[in-house]
């Protein structure tokens, strides 16, 4: 009845104030409501966490004392800080050659990225060569780490800005920079290159920085860039270390990089050994690639000079000769053996106990890597590297790498065969002016300080080709903390470490 009154009241122009029992205006009763509410949630969210608590402290601590700890997940390590600075262009690499020959490369063009201040899209993997495989840089490298991990030396694009790809009409600027360069061709012939044309598409990559003459910093990153910059995939590392771990539960082993394979014979020209029908299905074979300059190559003239791979016969002389006995656990690093199984039939006769990654492991692990020469090198990388000893039949690139690899970890030991003496040498054990006896410790002689110890490597300034690789021997690299002088004074000591 009140509030009837009072509407009538107000509708008839009654301008009296409410009596004092009157209700409060709706507003008012809006803004206690919605307080009340926010205060009795606010109570029960603080009640449950309270009893959260209180039941995780007794009831969590009940079950721990039945049940094993469970161990906190360690934390990544922190990111670098992003180095901060203005960048002069976008550098675009396509690397050329196998797995270990752009991966030096890679290294490389990290090291130009940082020298002349530019951004560096990840490198394109060659997929055109004599291996055909289509594996690209993520299929092969843990892309992320390679780009987290060095934010603070360059800044790393995953790919190329759309602004720049030829679908919007960019031209882009091509160079094969020039073999064995230093800072000064970089800073003075190729850095104005991008003043002009912003992004520069380096289409050969191979040995486009010097071995020496650089300076330290740019030295430490070439090595920074190989033994902490690239990773393999998650899903190579696992099957890596799978690998290395089937053969050390074996007890130690030689890793044996036996580059006798078809693509070395062909392009080398190297046939001692071979019938006259292998010999001319490798001709054919050099012949097939127009882009292989050297056609006719005389094989035993070559052989002389040290620059054939040994056979597998000559392989299973050699290693009795240095003192390995048919016990000695053999994992042949290499893909398929020129002639399969029949040209390795010396070779398992003298050492039985060899082994390949197709008999470690089952087919089904290895199905994703078929067909990927590149993935499948590199878990034969990983297992040359963590052998107890490395012997590479030919000093092509990934003998390089991985011996500059085993030097970081502490000069581990790598046999360096000399081919040009051991060629000598089997010839006359072969004709019988050398006996068993003589041959062997000829042979051992030979080798007495080639088992990888520490030594300055050898420049030649005007022949850079025939000079030490630099990624066989980063010396710069291997003596942080040590005087090198009193490191490389040892030659013969391999037990050193870093």
């Given at each position: 009845m009140e509030v009837r009154s009072?509407?009538?009241?107000?509708?008839?122009?009654?301008?009296?104030?409410?009596?004092?029992?009157?209700?409060?205006?709706?507003?008012?009763?809006?803004?206690?409501?919605?307080?009340?509410?926010?205060?009795?949630?606010?109570c029960l969210v603080q009640l449950f966490a309270a009893g959260e608590l209180w039941r995780t402290r007794i009831?969590?601590?009940q079950v721990s004392r039945f049940s094993a700890p469970v161990e906190p997940v360690p934390l990544p390590p922190p990111l670098p800080p992003a180095r901060n600075y203005t960048s002069n262009g976008?550098?675009?690499?396509?690397?050329?050659?196998?797995?270990?020959?752009?991966?030096?490369?890679?290294?490389?063009?990290?090291?130009?990225?940082?020298?002349?201040?530019l951004t560096l899209v990840v490198p394109e993997l060659d997929k055109?060569?004599?291996?055909?495989?289509?594996?690209?840089?993520?299929?092969?490298?843990?892309?992320?780490?390679?780009?987290?991990?060095?934010?603070?030396?360059?800044?790393?694009?995953?790919?190329?800005?759309?602004?720049?790809?030829?679908?919007?009409?960019?031209?882009?600027?091509?160079?094969?920079?020039?073999?064995w360069s230093d800072e000064n061709y970089y800073l003075k012939q190729v850095l104005p290159l991008f003043s002009k044309h912003k992004v520069v598409h380096f289409n050969r990559t191979d040995t486009r920085l010097a071995n020496n003459g650089l300076s330290l910093p740019l030295q430490w990153l070439r090595c920074r860039v190989n033994f902490q910059g690239l990773k393999f995939t998650p899903q190579l590392e696992a099957l890596g270390s799978k690998l290395v771990r089937?053969?050390?539960?074996?007890?130690?082993?030689?890793?044996?990089?036996?580059?006798?394979?078809?693509?070395?014979?062909?392009?080398?020209g190297c046939t001692h050994g071979c019938s006259e029908e292998e010999a001319e299905e490798l001709k054919k074979?050099?012949?097939?690639?127009?882009?292989?300059?050297?056609?006719?190559?005389?094989?035993?003239?070559r052989r002389a000079q040290g620059l054939c791979p040994l056979t597998p016969e000559e392989v299973a002389l050699v290693l009795k000769a240095l003192g390995f006995d048919k016990n000695t656990q053999i994992y042949i690093a290499a893909g398929e053996i020129y002639g399969s199984e029949h040209r390795l039939s010396v070779l398992r006769e003298a050492f039985p106990r060899i082994v390949k990654k197709e008999m470690l492991l089952e087919s089904s692990e290895l199905q994703q890597f078929q067909n990927h020469s590149s993935q499948m090198?590199?878990?034969?990388?990983?297992?040359?590297?963590?052998?107890?000893?490395?012997?590479?039949?030919?000093?092509?690139?990934?003998?390089?790498?991985?011996e500059g690899h085993r030097r970081y970890l502490g000069f581990k030991k790598t046999i360096l065969l000399d081919r040009k003496r051991l060629v000598e040498l089997l010839d006359l054990h072969h004709n019988k002016t050398l006996t068993w006896d003589q041959f062997a410790v000829a042979v051992k002689e030979a080798?007495?300080?080639?088992?990888?110890?520490?030594?300055?490597?050898?420049?030649?300034?005007?022949?850079?080709?025939?000079?030490?690789?630099?990624?066989?021997?980063?010396?710069?690299?291997?003596?942080?903390?040590?005087?090198?002088?009193?490191?490389?004074?040892?030659?013969?000591?391999?037990?050193?470490?870093?």
């Open positions: 009072d509407s009538n009241q107000g509708r008839s122009g009654d301008n009296k104030l409410p009596s004092p029992a009157a209700p409060k205006p709706r507003v008012q009763v809006w803004f206690v409501t919605v307080c009340s509410t926010i205060l009795i949630w606010t009831f969590t601590g976008v550098l675009l690499v396509s690397c050329n050659g196998g797995l270990n020959q752009m991966r030096s490369a890679i290294c490389d063009m990290v090291t130009v990225a940082r020298l002349l201040n055109t060569s004599f291996w055909a495989d289509p594996s690209g840089f993520e299929d092969i490298f843990d892309v992320r780490h390679f780009i987290d991990s060095l934010r603070d030396e360059v800044r790393i694009f995953r790919r190329l800005p759309k602004r720049y790809s030829s679908k919007y009409g960019y031209k882009m600027f091509e160079m094969p920079p020039v073999s089937i053969l050390q539960q074996r007890g130690p082993f030689v890793a044996l990089h036996l580059r006798y394979e078809m693509d070395m014979l062909a392009f080398s074979m050099r012949y097939t690639y127009p882009w292989w300059r050297e056609k006719e190559i005389n094989s035993e003239e090198a590199a878990l034969d990388f990983m297992v040359s590297v963590a052998s107890n000893t490395f012997i590479p039949t030919y000093d092509g690139n990934m003998a390089k790498v991985v080798h007495e300080r080639r088992t990888g110890a520490p030594t300055h490597r050898r420049v030649i300034s005007d022949k850079p080709k025939e000079e030490d690789y630099f990624y066989a021997n980063p010396q710069e690299c291997l003596c942080e903390g040590t005087n090198c002088h009193d490191l490389y004074g040892h030659r013969n000591n391999s037990s050193l470490t870093r």
